[in-house]
């Protein structure tokens, strides 16, 4: 199948991490994404990894890729109320055109 | 700003009616992305074009077409509307098309919210 999916709510404390994950189905997949989406406003990109990397971090945000497992997580370090909002995974396969999003995890960030 | 605009913001139609949502992508951008957002479905993949052609087909309903011109503005074009219709609409475009050579990072625009009545 095409799934990408993700758990639907996290809950953390502010200044503690964030660990969101995700799982996609197609090994083919070239490049995975997060986006992140405030309220009522569109998506935005924080960070990407292509597939043959295992890490990328970038200031607060750390990716981890495991292929074997075809498992994405994306990390942010001392999380603030500023950070709650949806955030989608997405991958793009290589020989398509299209992006598959997951569903998308809710964080909430609790003073 | 992500330098996408889409018009109209909001859009409040009845059923049966048709509607045409409007997209300019950033300069230079040659691709542009429909999705669909609704409470229960999440983000939908509905269609792709790429300077002028469609390139990929999502989830998009036959109700449903889309057209890219060629100042690269996008319509999409929601007929015999229905209540389950209601949704975000977002575009996003990218300077190229993901494929074999890879991705490209999307810039989205802030959405076109449709109420069906």
């Known amino acids: 199948g095409e799934d990408v999916e993700q758990s639907l709510f996290?809950?953390?404390r502010e200044g503690d991490s964030s660990v969101i994950n995700c799982t996609y189905t197609d090994s083919s997949s070239t490049y995975l994404y997060w986006y992140k989406q405030e309220p009522g406003?569109?998506?935005q990109l924080l960070t990407y990894i292509f597939s043959n990397m295992d890490m990328k971090q970038d200031q607060r945000l750390t990716?981890?890729?495991n292929k074997k497992d075809k498992h994405l997580s994306l990390r942010i370090a001392d999380t603030q109320t500023g950070d709650s909002?949806?955030?989608f995974c997405a991958e793009s396969r290589s020989g398509t055109y299209k992006y598959i999003f997951g569903t998308g995890t809710r964080l909430k960030v609790l003073a | 700003d992500s330098g996408v605009?889409?018009?109209p913001k909001h859009l409040i139609t009845a059923t049966g009616q048709r509607v045409t949502l409007r997209c300019s992508p950033r300069s230079g951008d040659l691709s542009v992305y429909w999705y669909q957002q609704s409470l229960d479905q999440g983000l939908q993949f509905l269609i792709q074009y790429y300077n002028g052609e469609e390139r990929a087909k999502g989830n998009i309903l036959e109700r449903f077409s889309a057209q890219q011109f060629p100042d690269l503005h996008s319509e999409l074009n929601l007929s015999s509307l229905e209540l389950g219709d209601s949704a975000l609409y977002f575009c996003a475009s990218s300077v190229g098309a993901s494929g074999t050579s890879g991705g490209f990072e999307q810039f989205f625009g802030p959405g076109t919210r449709l109420t069906v009545l």
Request: net charge neutral; aromatic share 6%; glycine share 6%.
């Open chain 1, 41 to 43: 406003a569109g998506l």
């Open chain 1, 63 to 65: 990716v981890l890729l």
């Open chain 2, 5 to 7: 605009t889409q018009t």
């Open chain 1, 85 to 87: 909002a949806i955030y």
């Open chain 1, 10 to 12: 996290l809950s953390v």
